[in-house]
């Protein structure tokens, strides 16, 4: 069973901190990784993939893998309120069906 | 059209009843994902449609969940004798390429079984 581990939150932060995003895998033989964002009552919006240990930034945004851990996550710099969302988690191998966290409350507060 | 598009946007139905919710992937787009997603949970794999090649049926949870997909385009999702766990969000999401795994999801369709 291929499972996606996210904290539920809600993480809290003030307006213009870093909000950390943490999510872990059980498959190693993961290949590709994926931040979604999802407001209330809306669906899933991909904000961020990432393939190779390391850092990739877009933006504010900074996802981070290490598969040695199986870990990946994301930064979400310099945070505004229309940030808060829930951001989803999702991993995939050679199936390439996406298996996906339950996701992680962020709320920005001013 | 720009996005994936899903209808209907909300269906209301009695239990035993059968229901049939549509999804129009973006042009181009050859792999086409159904999710679910209930209150409060995670998105859960239903069926996966590559090209012409066989649909990995493998998260259907019953066999009253049946899907097609036709011409390589739009696809249907049919759920037979509805049941109150049947209840979700489900969700439609195109690919342009499977080996990215990089979802484009559409508004999805409420369904409520009463």
């Known amino acids: 069973q291929k499972e996606v581990e996210q904290n539920s939150g809600p993480l809290s932060v003030p307006e213009g901190a870093i909000a950390s995003l943490n999510c872990t895998y059980s498959d190693r033989g993961s290949q590709s990784f994926f931040w979604y964002r999802q407001y209330s009552g809306k669906s899933p919006e991909l904000i961020m993939s990432i393939y190779s240990n390391g850092d990739k930034e877009d933006g504010r945004f900074t996802a981070q893998l290490n598969k040695a851990s199986q870990y990946v996550s994301l930064l979400i710099r310099d945070s505004q309120p229309s940030d808060s969302a829930t951001y989803l988690c999702a991993v995939s191998g050679g199936s390439y069906i996406p298996t996906f966290g339950r996701g992680t409350s962020l709320i920005v507060h001013p | ?114």
Do not use: M
């Open chain 2, 1 to 114: 059209g720009a996005g994936v598009s899903q209808s209907p946007s909300n269906k209301v139905t009695e239990k035993g009843k059968d229901v049939e919710l549509r999804c129009d992937p973006i042009s181009g787009h050859t792999a086409l994902y159904w999710y679910r997603q209930s209150l409060g949970q995670g998105l859960e794999f239903l069926i996966y449609f590559q090209g012409n090649s066989a649909p990995d049926k493998s998260g259907l949870p019953s066999d009253r969940f049946s899907a097609e997909r036709t011409g390589g385009s739009v696809s249907t999702l049919t759920i037979q004798r509805t049941q109150q766990e049947d209840s979700a969000v489900y969700l439609c999401a195109s690919s342009l390429a499977p080996l990215t795994g990089e979802l484009f999801f559409g508004e999805g369709s409420r369904l409520t079984v009463l």
